[in-house]
Each structure stands twice: as structure tokens, then as C-alpha cells.
DNA sequence: CTGAAAGCGCTTACAG
DNA sequence: CTGAAAGCGCTTACAG
């Protein structure tokens, strides 16, 4: 086995120690590793397995700087949100397999600050484009043309009113419906962050349901992701408000809403039946346990960040598939079209 | 104010750009962005002014290459692990502030699948450092030597015996002693994936703290961080378990186990009470509260990624603080030293 | 099918 | 205190 017969095996071998090592030219070298010109088979092969061997890897600063090209993804994320560590794990592994690094940057603060950092982020000009699954402002999202394509995945709807996506709340739908075919009468609304499109996209379903069913609302309350703001949407509500049917934006804020019936003294199912979103773990083990959506947010994540791509090669973006289902459980007592089991 | 009279503003501003603008040569516009050459006051004010006013931004990829320093930092999550996003904005942060761009790796699979997977990543030689959130080998544990240094956050108390850490599992001895001294005879332990130092940790303390008060402990059961493992430990104890001591290693964990409880009939507290950890914030509202551990696990991400640093500089590694307090809650009953609210 | 040469944008001895 | 020059490791017209 040839060994490079040069000063010590400091530094990582180069294109250039390949080249020498397999006899051919640095050119050739550079071709064979992109795939890029004609290069006969025989010769291929053989720089292939010199380069294997001295364990060749480019050195992807130098290629960046050659070909004007990052090869770099930024995706904004914010501390508050549990689920978005699903949400990266998907794109993350999108972004990898098509040849991208996918850097992670948090940010917090108000949505103005975001929508800051985000076009600070955008304007750095290290990324090739940006993916962000917290609410930004719209100043912030490049069409791409000067600055990098910037995509809010949490506006998807309101561009593609594709079905299946993280926004659609179709299926709260399907809640109140099933809960008016059980005999409810009167419902109330917890709504999540209404800065997040899906929070804003469940109330809208909601509101435009009970109208429609001409059941009694007894309002929007909540207006955070925190299950403290579901305990006090309930807190806040009369006495005689039971029976009363709690639509909830989360799960987090339907456990909050649990607590507070028991608080009460009210019973659950009976009194209140509640629903939530996003088929949390430990839903499936409260007392009662929580009917929700379950929702899978690594596909998400990998459709998300697809369609970041599909924007940077010009293609035409690819259709999400369903992501949602609903699970029905305790909390809503008997009121289901096809029952299914708890835990 | 001066213009560059060249070509279309095409491509972004080179450090060459700023030099003849400035009237100065590129190795002063070098010397005034790093700091380093010996540059006059007024120069180096007007180098500045004419690369802030036409938005001059060095090259990474360029820096990169000349420096040979990536100023990347690794920083490897999975997917099932909740609490992760807190702890990666902390090492985010720490990581922005000292230069570095840090990049998010989620792994998955068995140990050696992961640990294969840092392996490969520490040998690509992208980066500086890493750092791990998820339990790999000590194989993938480099010492600094030809591989960049692998920093495992999970197995700190392994190494430094601080007080505060992550793993740091010494207050599950107050939960056991406080409930010992209420009156608890029995105890069981519900532990988490023992791949995880912190897991270990709480079992041990669990195992010397039951022998050292010589009360009855039912065993160590669970064995993974999902609710299901907490429900499925109590479900499995014998009928006549009552009264019994269920000490979990995390909220997850303990919300399965109330879970089981009611379903076989054992009133909570009463006849069981259970603690967890981590102060999830599902926690404060079940019905009865988790009395838990809170964790701050941005300040432990902070930490982390200062070790990681401390450890590229060959400084000193920093001491972490407390990071770690009770909360007692309504799941212990009156077992508490010290009153504190529920919600 | 292959190679010599230029250049991406920076940093850093070295000379003055 | 400042500048001319070399070179980091690649890619890519261009010529053969």
C-alpha cells in the first residue's frame, strides 16, 4: 500500500497530496470528486481509492470560497415550544441528505425582536436560505430575491391551504361537531399564542363552527401556550357554566383546564369535556386523559424543510401529506364517532 | 459620502473593496478587522466608517480557510428528549458569544450507533469541539489529542463531582428522608434509561439512601423516560403495595404512574405518593400536583457549552452553580419540610 | 479524456 | 505604523 512518503501526517491530506499520490493532476482530482467532467472510469476509480485511502476529505472552506456557495441552512427556533425539537429533528435530516448544513439559531423576545434577528440573520449572506418555525413578521420573509429565501413555517396555510400541514385545524372541526351530535350546547375557546398562524387558525375554526351549529360560545379566552392560562380561561368562567364543552388550542392548556374544573369541583367528563392538540405524552395519563390531535411534527419538520428547498432549486413545491389525527380519549366522555381505546 | 464607482453592486463587498476605498492596503483593512497589526487611531476610525457605510462583512468561508479554524462547534441531541431545546438555546447562546457558530446534530439509534455517529462528525474535522447531549461511549470521549475535544454534558458528574449539574441527583435523598420521616415505610424506585448518567445517579441515591434508613424498598423499575414504563411499574406491584413511596425519576415518568394508581384504585396521596423531576410544566397541574425537582436547563446548556470552551482555550473549567430546587406539591401529601403552593 | 493556470477573499510573516 | 506578496485548498474556464 503506497504511502504518502512526505513530512509528518500533520495536516489533513489535500486535493493536491490525492493528485500526487495517484499521479494524475489536481484537476482531475477535483472532477472526479464532484462528478463533474469526463473523466474515464479507469482513472476514477483509481483517484477514488487513493483518496479513500489517505482517508480525503475536501476541505469544504476552500470549495465554499471557490464556489461562492455556503452550502448552509439557518433555522430559527425559540426556547418556548416543546414540540420544535421533533420539528428540527425532521428537517435536520432533510437538510443533510441533500448535501446542506442546517444551523439552529434561537431567538426570543418580542415578535418585532425576532423579526430583527431574523433579517439580521438573513442579511449576514452565510446561508442560502432560512426556515423559521416561530412567528416572525412579514418584513421578514424574502421572496428571494436579493437576500436568501426566507420561509416561515408557521404561515403555511395561509399560502398553500394545503391540508395536512402543521396549521390546518380542520379537525377541531370534528370536535365540535361530535360534541354537538353528543348533546352539547354550550362551548368555550382556550386559544394558544394568536402571533402563531395555528393559533390563530383554530380559533377561526372554532368561531366559524359554533356559529354554524348555532350552539352558545362562551368566548375566546386563554391567548398564550401555557397551561396556567387554560387553568384561569377556566377559573374565569360563572358558576353555571357547566355542562360546558372546553376546546383547547394544546394540550398543555387543556390540562390547565382540567385542573381548574377539579379546582371547581366540577367533574370531568360531565360537567366538562375537554380537547386539546398535539397528542402530548403525558395526555394519555391525566385524569382523565385528554382527547387531542396528534400531530407529527418531524414529518413536518422534513415537508418544512423540502419546501425550503424546492424554493432554492426553482422547483415546484411538494405537497405535505396528512399529519393529523384525531385520538379520542376520557376527557371527552362518550362523545366519539368511532371509540378508541386510552392509553 | 463616497460611492464605489465600480462595476453593478453585484457580488458583496471584499476586504479589497474596503481598502481602496479607504485608500489604505488590504492588509490594514485585515489588521483593523482582527485587531492585530499595530494600527494609528484615525486609521483604523476611517477603515471602520468605510466598511460600515458600504456594509462590509468578511468572508467566513475565506477567514476560515487562511485561519484554519472553523469556529464551528458540535452539538449532538436526540430526538426523544424533551428537554433538550432548553438546554441547546443555553449552549446556543454561550457559543454566539464566544464566536463560534454552533451547529445541532440529532442522533438516534442504539449507543453505538450514536457514538459511531459523533465518531464520524469529530473525524470530518469540521469542528472545534463538541459537545453531547445524548449518552454515547467513552470511545467517542476524545481527550483533545488529534480529534477535536468531545464534551459528553451527560456524564459531567463522572468527572468533576460538582454539586448543581445535570446528573447531580443528591436531592432525591431529601424527597426519600422527608418521606421516611413522615412516616413512609415502603419505597419503589421508577428509574429512567439508566444509558443516561443522571438516571444512574437517581437510582443510586435511591439504593443507598433506602439502605442507609433501613426501610422496605419494592426494587428499581421503569427503565426508560416514557409514561408507559411509570404505569406499567405500578401496575405490576403486588396488590397490598399500599402504602407505598413511589419515587420517579422524572415527571413523565411519575404522571404514568398516578396514572396507574387510580386505575387500581389507590388514592393519591394517600395510598401512594409519588415525586418526580425536571419540574415539567404539565406537572403543576395534575390531578394531584407533582411534587418535583426544578432544573434549569438553560443555565445547564450555558454550562456546557463554557466547559466545552474552557477546555479549547486549555483554561480552567468554570464551576456551575446550583441549578436544582424542590418543589414540593400536592403528590407527597404533608411530607415536606418546608410548605410551598401548588400552582 | 486530462492538465496548467488563475482566482475565490482572506491573513500573516516580512520588509520598510 | 503601513504595504507587497504569498498562500490557505479548492473549482473551472481554457487549451490540448
Known sequence: ????????????????????LAGVSQTTVSYVLTGKGAISPATREHVLKVAESIGYRP??????????????LAVITGVAYENQIRLLTGASRVAHDAGYIMETHSVDGTVEDRTDRVLELAAGGQYEG?????????????DGRSTPPVLAATAFDEKMHSAGELADASLLEVFVRALAAAGHR????????LEFTSARARRDVYLACVEQLGVESLGVLGGDWTAESGRQALLGLPDDAPPVAVIAANDVLAVGALRAAAERGWSAPGDVVVT???????????????TTVDVDFQAAGRHAMQLLLATLRGEE????????RIVWRESTGAAHPAASGTA
Open 1 to 20: 500500500m503506497p504511502v504518502p512518503p512526505t513530512s509528518p501526517p500533520t495536516s489533513p491530506p489535500t486535493s493536491r497530496d490525492v493528485a500526487r
Open 59 to 72: 476541505n469544504l472552506a476552500a470549495r465554499s470560497m471557490r464556489t461562492r456557495r455556503s452550502g448552509r
Open 130 to 142: 432560512m426556515l423559521t418555525f416561530v412567528p416572525v413578521l412579514p418584513a421578514a420573509l424574502s
Open 186 to 193: 354550550r362551548f368555550v375557546h382556550v386559544a394558544g399564542n
Open 276 to 290: 386539546g392538540w398535539d397528542n402530548a405524552q403525558f395526555g394519555a395519563y391525566t385524569m382523565p386523559s385528554l
Open 317 to 324: 413545491p411538494p405537497r405535505g401529506s396528512d399529519l393529523q
